[in-house]
């Protein structure tokens, strides 16, 4: 039986992805409902990019929860003119992107699946 990754594994996972491209990761410190799960900056010699980063599983992706912070992250991108990542695992991929248009957060948010290879060892 596959075993999926819980949400506080994903963003774990979705941070280190993020670090090894070249991403700083924060911890986003608010008592609003603008809650992303961290921040990612990225600063070239030129420009420093920041982007908001929501992580979902694919049962968190259906909570009231999940579409509050999406909305919060959405607006707050608006105004900001940014915009922002919500990552889920990839056998979740199309529910989520059915989320992001029923959301409507399509203008600001981009959809990141992620997975997960594990090598099983292959006894003979």
């Known amino acids: 039986m596959e075993e999926r990754l819980l949400r506080d594994e994903l963003v774990e996972l979705m941070a280190t992805v993020l670090e090894m491209e070249g ?17 990612a900056v990225y600063k070239d010699e030129e420009v420093e990019y920041q982007i908001a980063v929501q992580v ?8 009231p929860s999940a579409k509050e912070r999406a909305n919060a992250i959405a607006e707050h ?7 922002f ?9 199309d529910k989520a992107q059915n989320k992001l248009k029923e959301w409507e ?9 992620i997975g997960l290879e594990l090598e099983e060892d292959e006894e003979e």
């Open 77 to 83: 991108c608006r105004q900001s003119g940014e915009g």
């Open 23 to 39: 991403f700083e990761v924060y911890d986003v410190e608010t008592d609003d409902v603008y809650k992303p799960d961290f921040l």
């Open 56 to 63: 979902e599983d694919c049962d968190s992706i259906d909570t």
């Open 85 to 93: 990542f919500i990552s889920v695992p990839l056998e979740c991929e």
């Open 105 to 113: 957060v399509e203008d600001v948010a981009e959809l990141v699946p």
